[in-house]
């Protein structure tokens, strides 16, 4: 093969330099108006048990959260973002830099701040009892969805790769001794203390699925001739459900540019953490890297499935290959035929098994991050381990009843409820800033609040409108859908407005 010409890249590389430029950019300035302390001590240091609180190295501690918040999030849904066309590059760039990054960076710090809090109490100790109770049963949905979907996911993956037996469940074929075999794991990495399987293999999965990325990569830049989708070429929307772009792509693209999952995972991490320091880079920085991972296989699914002979390039191709296995986890399929294809035998079994390592290490920190907020909500002390285990198993028998529902409905239930968490999340972080401002006497960073705002603003719109026009939730018709827009504009407004009267009433 020989190396493509570069034209058919431009798009990819300058949101590439974009991510890259945002970190030590915009995530320095989130970092300052937010006023970190180096000299305060973190709840590793005061509230050390062995178990939770446990003081580790940072860059362990970024691996661990970039292999937490990435799973199959940022691969499965920049997959199925890319069906909507090249705006998808946009939403991973700029949602990555102004809303993921200081979503993912304020739920760790705050945690930090708030003596290890888990996000349910995070958002509860801003917000109130009454959201601090529906967040914590929204958690536990969202928590419980998501293991199920990691679980599903990576049973799928290494069927192909080593078939046992299977289960038929109504129209879906179930690889059963996967589950129960990975299933298994999530038991012991739910209970277990954080350094013990976490804190010590994790970071070597984390560098797996570096590598797995940086590999697709630069094969696809180096020597992949197909064109790659460029902005230039149109936003239009390309998906051919008949599905609009607005709001169906920003919730599909989730863990790869803004999610409320990374809420529930950063304050495992937070209760690691040796010094505020820190938090930019393991916060900000993995949610930065999962957005290059997302944009890397954005680009290889919208590149590989080019057939020349056909006519059909770029997503043309992928669609066409998605119309030819109805049913099919498309998204599973595409990681398969481009890791195979672009890296050889071993280097694509290698990099099957990182994106399967990716999902089952961030479905058992789902399962724990449940456990801590059940524990949290009993106030139960988690040093036991008969303790740990009285909580875990009631959660481990919904996953394992939800493994039998259809993997499509239960991934489409987990996006919208991932992106409401993240909702909260980013109004909390609001509210903070902005308590948190009034009392910095000369303040530099005045209406420093609106880098949390503003973000908690434009996904309030997203997520009240995908609920009215999802073919999961109301599902208007095409020609009522502006009313699906006009009530989700009216509530965003009426959030907005009901922050500036909890602000004047402050003053």
């Known amino acids: 093969m020989q190396p493509q010409n570069c034209k058919h890249m431009i798009t990819f590389i300058i949101a590439l330099l974009l991510l890259i430029v945002g970190f030590f950019t915009y995530g320095v300035f989130v970092e300052k108006v937010f006023g970190i302390e180096p000299e305060r001590q973190t709840p590793a240091l005061t509230k050390t048990d062995g178990v939770d609180f446990v003081p580790m190295a940072p860059w362990r501690i970024f691996l661990v959260q970039f292999l937490n918040i990435a799973g199959l999030g940022p691969i499965f849904g920049a997959i199925m973002g890319i069906f909507y066309g090249p705006a998808a590059f946009l939403w991973i760039v700029f949602g990555t830099i102004f809303a993921g990054g200081v979503h993912d960076y304020l739920s760790g710090m705050l945690s930090i701040r708030k003596l290890g809090y888990s996000l349910p109490d995070i958002i509860g100790d801003e917000m109130g009892h009454a959201v601090k109770t529906a ?4 958690s536990l949905v969202l928590l419980i ?17 080593c078939p046992l037996s299977t289960i038929h469940f109504h129209l879906s074929t179930i690889p059963i001794s996967w589950v129960l075999i990975i299933f298994g794991y999530y038991a012991l990495a739910t209970v ?3 350094d013990k399987l976490i804190g010590r293999f994790y970071p070597i999965f984390g560098a797996m699925l570096l590598f797995m990325g940086i590999g697709i990569m630069v094969v696809m830049l180096g020597w992949h001739s197909a064109e790659m989708p460029e902005v230039f070429d149109g936003l239009q929307n390309r998906q051919t459900n008949g599905l609009p772009l607005f709001p ?20 495992i991490m937070a209760r690691c953490v040796t010094n505020e320091r820190q938090g930019r880079w393991i916060f900000y920085g993995a949610m930065v890297a999962e957005g290059i991972l997302a944009l890397i296989w954005a680009a290889a699914a919208g590149t590989f499935f080019a057939d020349p002979e056909k006519g059909l390039y770029g997503i043309d191709g992928l669609q066409s290959f998605a119309a030819q296995h109805p049913g099919e986890n498309i998204a599973a399929l595409v990681i398969d035929k481009v890791s195979r ?44 381990p008969r303790k740990r285990l009285l909580i875990a198993l009631p959660l481990f028998f919904c996953v394992f009843g939800m493994v039998f529902v259809d993997f499509n409905v239960v991934w489409r239930y987990f996006a919208w409820t991932n992106q409401t968490l993240a909702v909260f999340t980013l109004w909390t972080g609001t509210v903070w800033l902005y308590r948190h401002e009034a009392k910095i006497h000369d303040n530099p960073y005045r209406f420093g609040y609106l880098i949390a705002l503003i973000p908690a603003l434009f996904m309030t719109m997203v997520c009240s409108s995908y609920i009215l026009i999802a073919p999961e939730g109301l599902h208007l018709p095409e020609e009522y859908r502006w009313i699906g827009y006009l009530i989700a504009g009216c509530i965003t407004l009426c959030a907005l407005g009901g922050f500036i009267a909890w602000a004047y009433r402050r003053k």
Request: overall charge positive.
């Open 192 to 194: 277990l203390p954080v």
């Open 341 to 384: 294809s672009w890296l050889g035998i071993v280097g694509g079994v290698l990099a099957i098994i990182g994106v399967i390592a990716a999902p089952i290490t961030s479905g058992d920190t789902a399962l724990r991050s449940a456990r801590l907020i059940v524990a949290d909500y009993l106030n139960m002390d988690q040093k036991p």
């Open 145 to 161: 969805l998501l293991t199920t979907t990691f679980l599903s996911g990576p049973a799928t993956l290494l069927q192909g790769l």
């Open 135 to 138: 967040m914590r049963a929204l």
């Open 248 to 267: 169906m792509m920003f919730v599909s693209i989730a863990c790869g540019a803004i999610s409320g999952f990374h809420g529930t995972q950063s304050p």
